[in-house]
């Protein structure tokens, strides 16, 4: 059994930051791929940011240059730094992460998401 858990989202005005947490513990031997999507109301969830577990990262054309997505290993965490926020960025922010568990099945889990609404 596997669990991400997101912290961080709130309400922030156009142009604030925020910096969102997402933990996994459970039965991990280890992760590969650590994305960020995002689902807005009425709309289809969208990729936001993954990074590899060597640290290289890529990002959707909206976010770029405003959001950093990293991770620490050791901690099994994955983050995403969000500056410049806009309007348009509210959302309910998921994250999604590749894991090979203990007894060797690879699969994606997902965490519950968090909301996060700008307000302009």
């Known amino acids: 059994q596997v669990q991400l858990v997101e912290s961080g989202g709130g309400l922030v005005q156009a142009g604030g930051s925020l910096r969102l947490s997402c933990a996994a513990s459970?039965?991990?031997?280890?992760?590969?791929?650590m994305s960020w999507y995002r689902q807005a109301p009425g709309k289809q969830r969208d990729l936001v940011a993954t990074i590899t577990s060597t640290g290289s990262t890529n990002y959707a054309d909206s976010v770029k240059g405003r959001f950093t997505i990293s991770r620490d290993n050791a901690k099994n965490t994955v983050y995403l730094q969000m500056n410049s926020l806009k309007p348009e960025d509210t959302a309910v922010y998921y994250c999604k992460a590749y894991v090979r568990t203990s007894d060797a099945y690879d699969m994606d889990y997902w965490g519950k998401g968090t909301l996060v609404t700008v307000s302009s």
């Open positions: 459970g039965n991990i031997f280890s992760i590969g791929f």
